[in-house]
């Protein structure tokens, strides 16, 4: 079976589970915490695929990933991948459902990537650019340094990308000067 099918079944039934009970953002914001963790902690997936650590403790860890404030429909969950021992495509899961809520929402991630840290004001100003540009839609704002990208900005805005660095200026002038030969 393939693998992105199973994490995609899973997720379908979980989110399927929450619209019935009315907790599909309540679980969203559950398994925004728990890719956290899996991001934070590299060696959670190692730890969920070692069939050498006991169902209990991955129980445990999954458990704790979603914080103190964890809901019975996601302890419900976790039981029911432990028992059919999907375990190893929890993560997976994790990010299938999230993709499924932010679609019936109408939620797009944006990241906006800047040379070094901007001030407030400024970060608000590209904020209400890509805000202007994508009416309608319900925005998730992340911000991360790339000093590679020498000034400028690059606003990434799910599958969109507008860049406006340094670096993609230098790179457009090498290409325009080495098509001119």
């Known amino acids: 079976m393939d693998n992105g099918l199973i994490p995609h079944r899973y997720a379908k039934a979980l989110y399927k589970y929450a619209s019935e009970n009315g907790k599909t953002e309540e679980i969203y914001n559950l398994m925004k ?5 899996f991001v934070d902690n590299p060696g959670m997936q190692k730890t969920l695929s070692n069939p050498f650590v006991t169902s209990q403790d991955k129980e ?3 458990l704790t990933a979603a914080g103190d404030e964890a809901d019975n429909a996601y302890d419900r969950f976790i039981k029911l991948i432990i028992g059919h021992n999907r375990t190893d495509f929890a993560y997976e899961m994790m990010l299938a459902y999230r993709d499924i809520y932010r679609k019936e929402k109408n ?9 070094s ?19 309608g ?16 900005f690059v606003i990434d805005v799910d599958s969109v990308r507008m860049d406006a660095s340094i670096s993609n200026e230098l790179e457009q002038l090498r290409q325009t000067l080495l098509r001119s030969k």
């Open 137 to 152: 839609s319900i925005l998730e704002f992340s911000e991360s340094v790339n000093p590679d990208l020498i000034g400028g």
């Open 33 to 37: 915490r728990v890719i956290k963790s």
């Open 60 to 62: 445990k860890l999954l």
């Open 117 to 135: 840290v901007l001030p407030q004001e400024q970060m608000q100003k590209l904020r209400d650019l890509v805000n202007k540009a994508f009416k």
């Open 107 to 115: 939620i797009m991630q944006v990241n906006i990537t800047t040379a």
